[in-house]
């Protein structure tokens, strides 16, 4: 226990819970845009709440499970031969498949109803999911996101009980944040679309990850995050300058003569 207190062991868990919570922006986004279907304030925090537990659960549960991730993370479980070279799929390239063909269907899904519209040219809104499957939604998603980041940790950190207060310390926070990014991304279209964009590239990207034993390519995630902040500070400048027109517009339409 004393090993965790030492300056190495609380460097890993300063760095680690950094990271931690960067490998989860994509999922605090995810959560957020499914949080805003739930029409009850009660609703959201609840859902929070279990998002915040599931989060923890899965990724102690993986962490104790982590000799068995490390030694059979990569097992073949599913493999064909084409063209005399035999391709491997292991566990974690099924839940990458798995998760980030969900991720795209999901995102694609919700980008279709920003487009539809009735007759009159309004937006069509969806009816309201139940508060189950809205947390199935979640878990299943966080726990892909889950076993990514665990895999990142068990390269940067050598105890697991680092891991263990890292993962626990990084999901708090998030839980904290989520609510305040939640309601930013709602009250701004432009930046949901913004996320959802996020969302369908990411999702490409684990989809693209699951196919890395036949590819043997791998897209680094610091270049979907560096695109996604300079997307973000544009929009923002963007939401600024709008916010400056509408108020000069006002100002020059209240100096009018009657």
């Not at 004393?2 to 680690?16: A, G, M, R």
Request: net charge positive.
């Amino acid at each position: 226990m004393s090993q965790i207190f030492t300056f190495d062991s609380l460097v890993s868990l300063v760095t680690l819970t950094v990271l931690e919570i960067v490998l989860g922006i994509d999922n605090v986004i995810f959560v957020s845009i499914i949080l805003n279907k739930l029409p009850e304030a009660k609703q959201r925090l609840n859902a929070r709440k279990v998002w915040m537990i599931a989060g923890i659960a899965i990724r102690i549960g993986l962490l104790m499970l982590l000799t068995t991730l490390v030694q059979h993370g990569q097992k073949e479980i599913i493999g064909f031969t084409l063209s005399a070279k035999h391709y491997s799929f292991g566990l974690r390239d099924i839940i990458m498949l798995a998760g980030g063909l969900f991720l795209v269907y999901k995102t694609i899904g919700e980008i279709h109803e920003k487009f539809n519209f009735d007759s009159t040219g309004s937006i069509i809104k969806p009816k309201s999911s139940a508060f189950g499957a809205l947390l199935l939604q979640i878990v299943l998603v966080d726990t892909v996101f889950s076993f990514d980041s665990i895999i990142t940790a068990v390269g940067l950190a050598k105890l697991v009980q680092v891991m263990m207060v890292a993962v626990v310390i990084a999901m708090i926070l998030m839980f904290f944040f989520s609510e305040k990014i939640s309601s930013f991304i709602h009250k701004y279209p432009s930046l949901k679309m913004l996320a959802l964009s996020f969302l369908l590239l990411v999702g490409f990207s684990l989809f693209f990850e699951g196919l890395e034993p036949i590819h043997g390519s791998h897209i680094d995630k610091g270049y979907i995050y560096f695109a996604m902040a300079f997307s973000f500070v544009v929009e923002v400048l963007n939401i600024k300058l709008r916010k400056k027109a509408k108020a000069l517009k006002e100002k020059e339409k209240d100096q009018l003569p009657l």
